[in-house]
Each structure stands twice: as structure tokens, then as C-alpha cells.
């Protein structure tokens, strides 16, 4: 193999620099490679994940803005065909609503539609999910799936309604996800499996990113993602406001403010690096930017912020464990 390859390498180049074997075809050190390319191609291309909704049915018990966004995600992605959703709600308006923007049936008979479906997804408020679980659990088996994103209801609250076992995956989302940017945590009940998780992963990521946390964690990803949109609104309330206490127009202080806060999320995001590192650059020794991160220092500015997101998590356990 070694004397083919040198005696390749002497042969002269034809026009424009290109080599060529007598007789055509490839030099055997270009072939030999191209096979082990080939060889490990298993291990260099990482296979995509199997579409696990394929052959699934699912009903959405409650279309709100959040149980309105996942169904638009996954039928804009394709994860599932529009002939597979099945939506209910107890406001027949809601339901005309999202029957005429997504092409999908609705009902207003959970138990109808859960006995249709592979997939439940409980998008209703925490104060009402007993009765439905209550209204569906005689017609839940064993083989179906249920994602909750029913903010401080546990997997341990729904299996015990519902009185046997089944597969229950919670998630905490967050509003993004009305705009394809969410950050949701999920976390999987006692009875699901690998599969299971996947399904709602699945789900989730056509909204957003999902991160799979213990279901004890998911208190601290409530105070934080969940609840976290509101803390980035209230600082651009404020900048806002102090844009309009200097005359400057509201038009043009929400297009600054929007950038500049959608610009700093950006370099976070995409170079890599720190925030104390990007805070770093962007203040000067005696600059405006210094003089007013010290006024947030003397004020206990990070501290207060720390503090408030730790009294959401533990607001979030009390609700919780009732």
C-alpha cells in the first residue's frame, strides 16, 4: 500500500495542478480514507432523535395562552399533524378561537377526548385540576402519557387522583414560550420512563429549551425561569421610566431599551463569556456605567434581587405541598 502511495505522489500533474491515476479513479490513499470516513460516519453524525409523536393522539384539556402556544409549536414544527390534536375548554369561544387559527377539533367533553387520545396535556390552572383529573380518571390506562404544566401541582398529586399508575411528566414553562423562546424545567413522575420524558421534551423544545431537573428542583426553576420574565419586564419598566424622566420620547426609549436589553442577552448567549466579564468591558474607571453600578451596590441591588427570587421558590413549595 505504502509503495502505491509514493509511486501516486511521483506521477506527474496534469493541467491545472490536478493528479491523475493511470487509467482513472482515485489515488489508493484517497480511497483508503474515504473508506474509514465511511466507517466511522455512525460515530461522527449523531443520529436525530426518532419523532415519538408520530403515531400519537393528543388532547389538550385547557387552551389558554400557554396550552395555545404549545399547539401552535408543535404543529409549525410537524412534530404532529393537525388531524391528531384534540382540544378542549370549558369556554366555547376559547374553543372556536383555536379551531379557526389551527385546524384542529375541539370538545368540550374531556373524558370523550381522553379516551381518543395517547397524550393528555393538563394546561388548566392549579384550582381546577382536581376536578378534572377526578372528571378523566376512569377513563386514564395505564399505556396513556400525561404532561402537566399546571404551575405547583407535584406528579405525586396527579397519580394519587388519578389512583393508579401512570405516566406523569411535569413541566414548568415560562411566557416566552408564546414568542418560541421559552425555558422550560421538566420533571418525571414516578412511573415514567425514558420514553415518556422524551415525548415531553419533544414538546417543549418546539417552544423554547428544556433543561430535566428532580422534581424537588423544580420550586427553584419556578422562582427562576418561571418566574423570571416578570424581573426582566419590571427592569425594563424602570429603565424605561428613567428614559422618560430625562425627555426622552416613549417611542424612542422603548426601541432603545427593547435593543439594548435583547442586545446584552444576545452576547450572554452567543460569546460564552460571563456576565462579570461582559459587565466588565462595559465599565470604565470613573465612566457613567461605574457610577451607576456603585449606586446599585450601595443600594444592595444583587442581594435584593437573590433575595426575591428565593422568596418565589419557597412561595412555589407552599403552593405545592398545599
Same mark, same amino acid.
Not at 396535556?121 to 399505556?143: C, F, H, M, N, W
Given at each position: ?19 491523475? /491515476? ?8 484517497? =480511497?483508503? %480514507?474515504?473508506?474509514? /470516513? ?13 419523532? #415519538? ?10 387552551? *389558554?395562552?400557554?396550552?395555545? !402556544?404549545?399547539?401552535? *409549536? ?6 404532529? @399533524?393537525?388531524?391528531?390534536? #384534540? ?6 369561544? /376559547? #374553543? ?8 384542529? @377539533? ?5 373524558? +370523550?377526548?381522553? =379516551? ?14 382536581? /376536578? ?64 415518556? =420524558?422524551?415525548?415531553? +421534551? ?21 422562582? #427562576?425561569?418561571?418566574?423570571?420574565? !416578570? ?34 442577552? %444576545? ?6 463569556? @460571563? ?13 457613567? &456605567?461605574? !457610577? ?14 437573590? &433575595? ?15
Amino acid at each position: 500500500m505504502e509503495q502505491n502511495d509514493e509511486k501516486w505522489m511521483k506521477e506527474k500533474r496534469r493541467k491545472g495542478g490536478e493528479r491523475r /491515476r493511470p487509467g482513472g479513479g482515485r489515488p489508493p490513499f484517497v =480511497e483508503r %480514507r474515504k473508506g474509514e /470516513r465511511r466507517k466511522n460516519s455512525s460515530a461522527m453524525v449523531p443520529k436525530e432523535k426518532k419523532n #415519538l409523536w408520530k403515531e400519537k393522539r393528543v388532547v389538550f384539556i385547557g387552551c *389558554g395562552n400557554m396550552g395555545s !402556544a404549545l399547539i401552535s *409549536g408543535i404543529l409549525e414544527s410537524g412534530l404532529i @399533524s393537525k388531524d391528531k390534536v #384534540l382540544v378542549t375548554d370549558i369556554r366555547p369561544k /376559547r #374553543l372556536e378561537y383555536i379551531r379557526e387559527k389551527e385546524g384542529v @377539533s375541539t370538545t368540550e367533553d374531556n373524558r +370523550e377526548a381522553v =379516551e381518543k387520545s395517547n397524550v393528555i396535556v393538563l394546561a388548566v390552572k392549579p384550582q381546577v385540576i382536581g /376536578r378534572v383529573l377526578s372528571e378523566i380518571k376512569d377513563v386514564v390506562t395505564g399505556d396513556k402519557v400525561i404532561i402537566s404544566i399546571a404551575a405547583g401541582i407535584t406528579t405525586g398529586f396527579i397519580e394519587k387522583a388519578l389512583g393508579k399508575e401512570v405516566s406523569v411528566v411535569r413541566v414548568m414553562p415560562n411566557t416566552p414560550a408564546l414568542v418560541k423562546t421559552g425555558a422550560s424545567g421538566l420533571s418525571p413522575g414516578k412511573y415514567a420512563g425514558e420514553q415518556e =420524558e422524551a415525548i415531553a +421534551e419533544q414538546m417543549m423544545r418546539r417552544v423554547g429549551i428544556v433543561v430535566k431537573v428532580p422534581e424537588e428542583m423544580l420550586d427553584a426553576v419556578t422562582a #427562576l425561569s418561571g418566574s423570571g420574565p !416578570a424581573y426582566i419586564f419590571y427592569i425594563i419598566e424602570s429603565l424605561i421610566e428613567a428614559g422618560m424622566e430625562m425627555r426622552l420620547s416613549e417611542d424612542d426609549v422603548r426601541k432603545l431599551v427593547g435593543q439594548t436589553v435583547l442586545g446584552a442577552v %444576545r452576547m450572554v448567549m452567543d460569546t460564552g463569556e @460571563s456576565p462579570q466579564v461582559l459587565r466588565a468591558r462595559v465599565t470604565s474607571p470613573g465612566g457613567t &456605567t461605574e !457610577a451607576a453600578l456603585k449606586y446599585l451596590e450601595k443600594k444592595g441591588f444583587q442581594k435584593i434581587l437573590i &433575595t426575591a427570587v428565593k422568596e418565589a421558590a419557597i412561595r412555589s413549595k407552599e403552593l405545592s405541598t398545599g
